[in-house]
């Protein structure tokens, strides 16, 4: 009578399911050598048991097996796209690592997290802060020498600015004083000219060439003074005046 089939599930005792693994595993290794010798086939196998134990076996050597068939499996485009994400990866795990260790060196200097500090990294700590400390304080002085050096500049050109102002402004005030003096000879000198024209002037109208009608005001008192020929120049005229609004 033939033997059954077994069923092929997961052997439940755990001393049965070690025996059947390792009468199992030694077959499949004798016939994956089997295969590599009378086929000339290159075989790799790679067995993990339940507790992590490692059996393998390459007939040409497991490692080159398994470059061969990754070359097999992935085109040069997908090599070249791991390999481009593996340096990705160990870039970001680089930064990551220097981005932790920045942020808890700024913590130290903060004065944080000091406690698992040894006394020659305290010590380290110091010198750093006091050399931070001094060249802050030497940026802070070379700025202020900067600044007063050019409030210095600021205050000369404001000095020479002023100096040419002043300089402006007097030689404006004395053209302005030329120029009131001009102006008040030449009064003076129009003044003097004027007397004698403005008396003959008026006396012009007095003398009656004609015998028009003439209308003269203001006249009365001045020529009252002249004498006889002159107030007799005057009535005729006064005549000639009064007969020309009576026509």
Not at 93 to 117: A, F, I, M
Not at 158 to 170: A, F, H, I, T, W
Not at 202 to 225: D, K, M, R, T, W
């Amino acid at each position: 009578m033939g033997r059954g089939r077994v069923e092929l599930k997961r052997i439940e005792n755990k001393i049965n399911r070690q025996v059947t693994f390792s009468k199992r595993r030694n077959g499949l290794l004798k016939k994956a050598y089997e295969l590599s010798v009378l086929c000339d086939a290159e075989v790799a196998l790679i067995i993990f048991s339940s507790r992590g134990k490692l059996y393998e076996f390459g007939s040409a050597g497991t490692t080159k097996t398994l470059e061969r068939y990754q070359r097999c499996c992935f085109s040069p485009q997908d090599n070249h796209i791991e390999r481009q994400t593996q340096s990705w990866f160990q870039e970001i795990s680089k930064l990551k690592v220097k981005y932790e260790s920045l942020c808890r060196t700024q913590r130290h200097l903060l004065g944080e997290d000091l406690g698992p500090l040894s006394v020659k990294e305290l010590q380290n700590l110091e010198k750093q802060l006091e050399a931070a400390l001094a060249q802050a304080r030497q940026r802070k002085t070379q700025m202020m020498i900067d600044q007063m050096e050019a409030l210095r500049r600021k205050e000369r050109q404001l000095g020479d600015l002023n100096k040419e102002l002043r300089l402006k402004l007097e030689a404006e005030g004395q053209n302005l004083k030329a120029i009131q003096s001009f102006w008040s000879s030449s009064s003076a000198a129009a003044g003097h000219g004027n007397d004698f024209p403005l008396h003959h002037s008026q006396a012009s109208p007095i003398e009656c060439q004609h015998e028009q009608p003439v209308l003269q005001i203001g006249y009365q008192n001045y020529f009252s003074a002249e004498g006889p020929s002159v107030r007799k120049s005057m009535t005729t005229c006064e005549t000639n005046f009064i007969q020309g609004w009576v026509i």
